[in-house]
């Protein structure tokens, strides 16, 4: 159900602003695939999105973001809300910034505050991706030809913060492995 109604926004919001921005679906195909979506992403790739034939990866999401000069939520349009929750598509007053923080910035900190205590590497890598979040939100014009590479960096640290997360043992474990090993023959 939440995919065919992002499919049918995405449909008319890519037919829409292609429109806008004057270019043929191999203009945008070219384009998109300037700002990282993959070599197979073709003219008929674009037409069988403008038609709802075919659904979207978050990656050809973010290329054809950069190459209409959108950013993601944008081009979502009203579909948003699925991804930053109701309400949320504005962007709170950062703290700890003192400005406002964008989207991405805003939703991870509040993602990173849910996480309680952090450790130092915890720590550290929350920082890197909040910074690269704030970043990606203050991207415009020919910047947004790093959103790629900045998605993939914010991506990996996220993902080292949760892989942490998972393999730290508890503490109050009392299951120690170690315990198993037996007396020295």
Same mark, same amino acid.
């Given at each position: 159900m939440i995919g065919s109604a992002?499919? *049918?926004v995405i449909r008319d919001r890519i037919r829409d602003l292609r429109d806008r *921005?004057?270019?043929g679906r191999d203009e945008l195909a070219a384009r998109a695939r300037e700002y990282g979506a993959p070599e197979s992403f073709t003219a008929n790739v674009v037409g069988f999105l403008e038609r709802?034939?075919?659904g979207l990866?978050?990656?050809e999401l973010l290329a054809l973001a950069g *190459?209409?000069?959108v950013t993601p939520l944008e081009l979502l349009g009203d579909q948003a809300a699925v991804?930053?929750?109701e309400g949320q598509v504005d962007a709170p007053v950062c703290?700890?910034?003192g400005g406002e923080a964008g989207q991405l910035e805003a939703t991870l900190r509040g993602d990173v505050a849910k996480l309680g205590d952090l450790g130092p590497l915890e720590d550290t890598l929350t920082k890197t991706a909040i910074r690269l979040a704030a970043e990606i939100d203050g991207l415009r014009g020919d910047g947004i030809k790093e959103l790629p590479r900045l998605t993939r960096e914010?991506?990996?640290a996220v993902e080292q913060v949760l892989t942490g997360r998972r393999a730290a043992p508890d503490p109050d474990d009392e299951d120690d492995d170690l315990d198993d090993l037996g007396s020295p023959d």
């Open positions: 992002i499919n *049918a *921005a004057g270019l709802g034939r075919r990866t978050l990656e *190459a209409l000069e991804l930053v929750g703290p700890s910034c914010l991506r990996s």
